[in-house]
């Protein structure tokens, strides 16, 4: 029988599987409705998701300063008093245009790879991979702060170059520990662009961002692993670059920023699609039936010949109805 390991990797390699994968992620206020509704804090067996995530993170990688302000190991306080998976920055670290005192933290200290031996051993039949979240725009600009940084790519690029260098310098680091162990894939985190199109231009991010994803997709594909990014956001004329670059999987893929079934005819011979079922519109403001419709939908026409795993188009938020939480966990089992 297969497993959901081997269908992700049969999605990827654009080969149809027995059925499309899917992952249903959640935010916390999301994820206490569920576990409320089936009476169980183990989400991933009653959903039967197929990927399995680990974030290679020291012990003090967040340390709660005062209630509901948390550091975390860059040195920049997060505000959690709404937002309780990410929060909104409160205090950047780098209030000048410059790195003085300043240094990312050690990617080699074994205590964030303690625990993955036992992750891999737990998820034998997911695809296993590791989060490299924020990853190289979005670290930047919780250190610096986004307006700021944006000016600096203009007015000041030999600083954003050693920042971003520095930050580059860290993912090889998480990289060379992760890829000795069997895990399938890496995810870079980095949200470039906002519904309409690129928040800085394609130039700017030819500019500083793509020569530092050369080096970072490199060794992962290398290992024989799954290259795979998070950016929300109207970004698909960056998909030329991204496939030379040597993507696999683009996630979150919102129905809101690219049609699915067009942007799967005219990329999905390259890259695999993860995600597609709006969290902005139908699963807050639709009806069950709905919800179920659209996951027939796009299980019959994107994720036709593979390279699609079907998911919210973002963790799920706490103001989705939880009956259309249901309703897709039912619906995407066919």
Known sequence: MITPRQRVWQAIRHVEPDCVPWQIGCTIPARQKLEAYYGTADLDAVLGNHLAKYRPRSPDALVE???????????????????????????????????EGWAPPDPHDPARYAALPAFLEAHRDRFRYVSVAFSLFERAWALRG???????????????????????????????????????GVLFGDDWGHQHGL??????????????????????????????????????ELFPDLIELGLDVFNPFQPEAMEPLDTKRRFGGDLTFYGGISVQNLLPFGTPEQVRAEVRR???????????????????PGDIPVENMVALAEAVRG
Request: with cysteine; proline share 4%; aromatic share 10%.
């Open 65 to 99: 300063i005062r209630p509901n302000f948390w550091r975390d190991e860059f040195g920049v306080i997060w505000n959690r008093t709404v937002d309780k998976d990410i929060g909104v920055v409160a205090e950047y670290r780098l209030a000048r245009r410059s790195l």
């Open 146 to 184: 986004m307006t700021e940084l944006l000016i600096d790519m203009l007015e000041a690029p030999g600083f954003v170059d050693e920042l971003l260098d520095a930050l580059v310098e860290f993912n090889l680091g998480i990289l060379d520990e992760v890829l000795r162990y069997d895990i399938d």
């Open 199 to 236: 928040l800085f231009g394609a130039r700017l991010w030819r500019r500083f961002f793509k020569p530092r994803l050369a080096r970072m997709y490199a060794p992962v594909k290398r290992a024989g692993k799954a290259v795979m990014i998070h950016s929300c956001g109207k970004v698909q």
């Open 298 to 316: 796009l299980r019959d026409s994107v994720g036709r010949g593979g390279g699609f795993i079907l998911a919210p188009s973002h963790d799920m």
